[in-house]
């Protein structure tokens, strides 16, 4: 009984005196705010383990002061995510904001960042505009029309004259459709648009039309998880066979759950940032690392986003000093390193990656199914 | 033309089976089971998981997909459905509301919020060409099983002992009781078909509709609209709703691919209008 209360006291000793040591050093914190519940939890898990592996990675102390993370789960909500980043601001008092599945939630939360001068890292939302919501914005992954655009380059020069672009009815499909048709159309080629409802349980009328319409191929734009739905029914109708091809960005062949799709997804062409099939060194260590962190998960685009966001972050703190606030954006402002993904720099008008976007095909590589990159488009700017 | 015809017959079939036991529970027992997408969820996530994970033939998961909901609806009528027959309808709105939001909740925790995928045989993939249609052979195997299912169902209800008991015991409770019949017992082994029949339902369409923890509230409105157009009182009515539904939204999608979202409320507005109680059933 003695012995026991020697060891509790000890050990709350332990405990103070560590709390002390901390408190002695300077504390630097990082609020990341993600949908860890609710339909958006794959994306808020991918970034968690990212930003977590990143700090293990790199170590918790920068300029000399502690990195503190504090995970939030917004549920992915706008509202509550307002909510939970005006109680870090205040309360925590942390340096940056980080996180932002989609972008609803980003949005909502960048009138804080201007009014509270507190840094904000877009991990994951993609719309372009929303680095114009807030000079205190900065963006760590990609936007539509920069996976978008290529894509239609890369159709017009490779022999395809006719597409039928099939997105979803809402924002993120609108921005896409516009993307790729405007640039397609100014390439020569022809283009028609059909929009499904977003709540859409069955594709076979779309399906059934562009059959009927005989392009070269059809443009995808729907929600990652609605992708592998179309590409089934895509398969079932026997397009494939009938020499029309499946093209889209690479939202739809989204690395979390390509595999599960199965053999309809094979031959699939999509534009994007990010493939943890592509080949680098860099590339290699981040997906080894992050398989053994998530127990055998294997990083998508959203995990790189997190862990470039955690770099970049990183970066401008040694810079700064461990300072926030505009000094903080500015240091960040034109970093530039090679990330998991491939050579990138922090565009300083725009805050968002000018990087390469990489033409892939789903393909079978040691029974998995991965997004082969077969060709790269050097240093796509963000808008 | 007439593959648009298959596909939509085949997606009206689907609803059927995932719609029944709605009528079944709503139109014979009259007890209104919101919760009736989470059987059909249940069913859903065996077959999904089985295939994908354990590599269990898609054939050999159905039969589970019936049985696992129809356990689990027979545990949850005995211990808390029961309860509530005698309940007002807005309690058991409310009710089966809640347990929605635990499946959702539930599944979410257990396995995660990303989309399943049923792997199917390959003899069920792709399609043939039969007297110049394209028939997808995974939509005429929805078809064959659906068929079966609904002239099954029509005959329990019409020509069994089981059937007559149920609608005596439907109609009124007491008398039924008073002759003997054990009420409780029927109930419960209707509740339970209906519960498996959701989530054979939920198998067979996982493939074509996706299957993730919001599945429920996807498709709650689709069953709703079924039983609601087809009447409560019968089986081939919301047989016949269905087809209608299934054909009507998939050729509206293909011919009039702008307003296709909106063909099958457009529909259901209408027949609620001419026909309030439901287009098959015989008025109140």
């Known amino acids: 009984m003695r012995r026991r209360l020697l060891v509790i006291v000890a050990s709350a000793i332990g405990v103070l005196a560590s709390l002390a040591a901390v408190q002695g050093q300077e504390i630097v914190k990082i609020g990341l705010i993600l949908p860890m519940t609710g339909p958006f939890t794959s994306t808020g898990r991918q970034i968690e383990t990212a930003a977590r592996l990143y700090m293990q990675q790199n170590g918790d102390t920068v300029a000399g002061k502690k990195v503190q993370l504090i995970l939030r789960d917004d549920t992915g909500v706008a509202d509550v995510t307002r909510r939970i980043a005006q109680e870090l601001i205040v309360n925590d008092k942390v340096t940056v904001t980080a996180g932002f599945g989609l972008t609803p939630l980003a949005l909502a939360t960048a009138p804080l960042s201007t009014q509270a001068k507190v840094p904000q890292v877009i991990m994951a939302a993609a719309t372009s505009t929303i680095p114009d919501a807030s000079p205190f914005i900065v963006r760590s992954t990609f936007t539509l029309p920069q996976a978008t655009i290529p894509m239609a380059e890369w159709a017009a020069q490779n022999g395809i004259k006719k597409v039928l672009t099939i997105v979803s009815d809402y924002g993120p499909g609108i921005d896409a459709e516009k993307a790729f048709s405007g640039t397609f159309a100014k390439a020569g080629g022809q283009v028609d648009n059909l929009r499904v409802p977003l709540a859409n349980p069955d594709f076979s009328p779309y399906l059934q039309k562009a059959a009927d319409a005989k392009p070269d191929a059809i443009f995808v734009f729907v929600p990652s998880g609605v992708g592998a739905q179309v590409m089934k029914q895509f398969v079932e109708r026997g397009l494939d066979k009938s020499g029309i091809k499946l093209i889209g960005t690479g939202d739809v062949t989204d690395d979390d759950i390509l595999n599960g799709m199965g053999d309809a997804a094979l031959g699939t062409i999509t534009t994007h940032h990010y493939s943890a099939a592509h080949d680098s060194p860099e590339n290699k260590a981040f997906v080894d690392a992050f398989k053994k962190a998530a127990g055998g998960i294997r990083p998508n685009f959203m995990a790189v986003g997190g862990y470039d966001g955690m770099h970049l972050i990183y970066e401008g703190l040694k810079k700064t000093n461990g300072a926030g606030g505009e000094a903080l954006v500015n240091a960040m402002k034109g970093t530039s390193w090679t990330s998991p993904r491939g050579p990138v720099t922090l565009d300083p008008q725009q805050r968002d990656f000018v990087q390469n976007m990489y033409v892939r095909r789903v393909e079978r590589v040691g029974g998995e199914l991965y997004n082969v990159e077969f060709a790269t488009i050097p240093n796509v700017k963000p808008r | ?284």
């Open chain 2, 1 to 284: 033309m007439l593959t648009i015809v298959f596909d939509g017959i085949a997606y009206g079939m689907l609803l059927f089976v995932l719609a029944c036991g709605l009528a079944v529970t709503l139109g014979l027992m009259n007890f209104v089971n919101l919760a009736h997408g989470a059987f059909a969820m249940a069913g859903g996530y065996i077959a999904a998981l089985l295939t994908s994970r354990h590599g269990v033939p898609f054939l050999a998961t159905l039969p589970l997909a019936f049985a696992v909901p129809a356990v689990i609806g027979v545990v949850l009528e005995r211990t808390l459905y029961r309860r509530l027959y005698g309940r007002s309808h807005l309690d058991q709105v409310l009710f089966s509301i809640g347990l929605v939001f635990m499946a959702v909740a539930a599944v979410d925790y257990a396995i995660g919020s990303q989309q399943q995928f049923v792997t199917l045989p390959g003899w069920l993939q792709g399609r043939v060409e039969m007297l110049g249609i394209q028939i997808g052979l995974y939509r005429s195997f929805i078809i064959a099983v659906c068929g079966v299912i609904v002239i099954a169902l029509q005959l329990v209800l019409t020509r069994t002992r089981f059937g007559s008991r149920l609608r005596a015991a439907v109609d009124d409770r007491r008398v039924a009781q008073g002759l003997g019949i054990r009420v409780d017992a029927i109930f419960t082994l209707t509740f339970a078909v209906g519960s498996g029949l959701a989530g054979l339902g939920g198998a067979l369409g996982a493939e074509i509709l996706g299957l993730d923890p919001t599945f429920p509230f996807k498709f709650m409105i689709y069953f709703l609209i079924v039983v609601t157009v087809g009447g409560t009182t019968s089986i081939t009515g919301p047989f016949l709703a269905s087809l209608l539904l299934g054909i009507a939204d998939v050729a509206g999608k293909y011919y009039v691919p702008s307003l296709g979202a909106f063909v099958i409320y457009t529909l259901m507005v209408v027949v609620l209008v001419i026909r309030p109680q439901g287009l098959f059933a015989r008025a109140r």
